[in-house]
């Protein structure tokens, strides 16, 4: 799949580091560092824009040594891009830490995965068919 993309920041275009992966690295673009106090978020932009086909979706997620090693994360985890958003890409980052964090210009601050969707067409009724589950919820099945 080819997707569009303008690139306004200095860093290459985000890329799958191996074969297997789903995700692509996202880059802070900053004209100066930026740092998280403890509890703080921020918007962090990229430089990058995009047009996605419809029927698609990026969403955004955390890179997971990021989250370990240093508790940072995507708040609204994933971010949801849609594919009539032409805006600049920018991931809302959150520090859950106790230690202040900086980000630097080029830092890889969240992954990126393009995704098909399904629009849905909701069919009203006044019941459901009946499952084994039922309505259970919320630690139905046990810890």
Known sequence: ?????????THPLP????????GMDLRAFLEEKITLKPLERK???TGLFMELP?????QIRPRSGLAFKSGITVLNSPGTIDADYRGEIKVLLINL???D????????IAQMIISRH????WEESVELSDTVRGAGGYGHTGL
């Open 15 to 22: 890329a799958y580091e191996t074969e297997g992966s789903a």
């Open 54 to 58: 419809l029927g698609y979706e990026a």
């Open 43 to 45: 918007i962090i932009p």
């Open 97 to 99: 830490s106790d230690e």
């Open 1 to 9: 799949m080819k997707i569009r993309v303008i690139n306004r920041s």
């Open 118 to 121: 399904e629009t849905a067409v």
């Open 101 to 108: 964090f900086t980000v630097n210009d080029g830092d890889r």
